[in-house]
Every structure is written in C-alpha cells, then in structure tokens.
C-alpha cells in the first residue's frame, strides 16, 4: 500500500509561475524526500526533510514539514519548461516500538506538472 | 563516476519464462534497493539489500520473485514463471548506506522495462 499521497494528481502553469505540491502520509516517519521523474528518465533525488525540521531550501525548491499534520509541501518557484516532470513524495516508515527503524522508502503515486513555455 | 546501471533496458518476454534483471549499484554504495513502477503508480518497494543480505524482503510479491546480492554489489532480480501482471518497469536504487536515522537519498538507475505476452 502507499504511504504518501500527493495533491494534486496533475498541474499546469505558464513559465515563470510558482508550482506548490502537497502530500501527506499516514505513519511517523524519519525523513520525507521528493523526487522528481522526468518522462521516460529515472528517478532523481530533490531533496530530504528530516522530521525534526520544519522548512529547507535547495536553489527554487523549498519543502515545508508538518508531522502534527502528516503532510509536505514541494514549493518550485519561477517555473521553467524543464521542470515538467512527475513529483514524488516519498517517505520512511520509522518503527518506533520495536526500536528501530524500517529502511523501506514508500512513494505516493505523483503529481503530474506540466509548465507550459 | 558511473551512475546505477540496469541491464537490460527492456525485455519482453513470454508468459510462464522465467527472467533476471540486472542492477549495477554505485561503487562503496552499500544499500540497495529493487522497485516495480507500473504506469501512473508510483515505484513500489520489493526488497532492500545491506551488503549481501536481504534485509527486508516484504515487498516480494509471491515466491516467484526472488533477488540476490552475492558480493555486496551487483544484484540480480529474477522472476520466475512471468504473469502478464508482472509487467511493468524495474527500478533499482543505491544509497551509501541506511543510516541509524532512517533512508538517506536514493540513487536510481533508468530501470527495465519488462513485458510480459
């Protein structure tokens, strides 16, 4: 089953427009990550959030984290036309009670944004 | 350096064959990890390797699936008697290791694109 759940499934906006995906997820976690996949290419790593932060920026990315809430957020500001891809969120599953931690990563199913020139 | 790299890139192949996928993690990446992506899906969990084990196998679907890492590198994934439910793209992924504080950032290769007939 998948953890992590985005929103919206697609999005489209015109070059130069800021793009804001959201996902949320079901269990406590130790880090939450987005990647992104470009049409027919891998997976690529954007970035990680671990759960003691709050907020953390790479170049137009910035990710917000809410573990009251379960939820992330994947801001792209100044959107280009190469940014169209496919983001996931993707998250551990930390297992607290036996005291360690599961080392399965579990995607939601992406968001589907399309930047127009 | 060299990325992760899967061979082959695809394979089609006939229901009830029996197929091996091959993952070239990145070299001193001790962590790797198998994925199947089927269209519109995120990738899904299978297996987690930590050096020459399996350290969690939950994602396995049934026992036609079985994976190996002998040396600590290169791993095979092999599917046994092929269901056409088994088509999809095989993702391999590689970390320098998972980390006391949950998954580090996955490194992943283009993927196998296996159709079953």
């Known amino acids: 089953s998948q953890q992590g759940e985005e929103d919206p499934q697609a999005l489209s906006i015109q070059e130069g427009e800021n793009a804001t995906m959201n996902c949320s997820y079901k269990?406590?976690?130790?880090?939450l990550q987005w990647y992104r996949q470009n049409s027919g290419r891998g997976l690529v790593h954007l970035i990680l959030i671990r759960s003691n932060e709050r907020e953390k920026h790479s170049g137009r990315l910035r990710v917000t984290l809410d573990t009251s809430k379960k939820s992330s957020s994947l801001l792209i500001t100044a959107s280009r036309a190469a940014d169209t891809a496919s983001y996931f969120c993707a998250t551990d599953d930390f297992q607290g009670n036996s005291g360690g931690s599961n080392y399965k990563l579990t995607f939601g199913k992406g968001t589907l944004l399309t930047v127009n020139p | 350096g060299a990325g992760v790299s899967q061979t082959p890139s695809n394979k089609v192949t006939e229901k009830g064959k029996y197929v091996e996928l091959r993952c070239d993690p990145i070299?001193?990446?001790?962590?790797l990890y198998w994925y199947r992506q089927s269209l519109g899906q995120g990738p899904e969990f299978l297996i987690y390797?930590?050096?020459?084990?399996?350290?969690?196998d939950s994602g396995l679907p049934n026992d036609r699936f079985f994976a190996v890492r002998p040396e600590g590198s290169v791993s095979t994934l092999k599917i046994q008697r092929t269901e056409r439910g088994d088509s999809a793209v095989y993702l391999c992924?590689?970390?320098?290791?998972?980390?006391?504080?949950?998954?580090?950032?996955?490194?992943f290769g283009p993927g196998t694109r296996l159709t079953v007939l």
């Open positions: 992924a590689s970390s320098l290791r998972a980390s006391g504080r949950g998954v580090d950032e996955q490194f």
């Open positions: 269990t406590s976690i130790n880090n």
């Open positions: 390797f930590q050096g020459t084990g399996a350290a969690d």
């Open positions: 070299s001193g990446h001790t962590a």
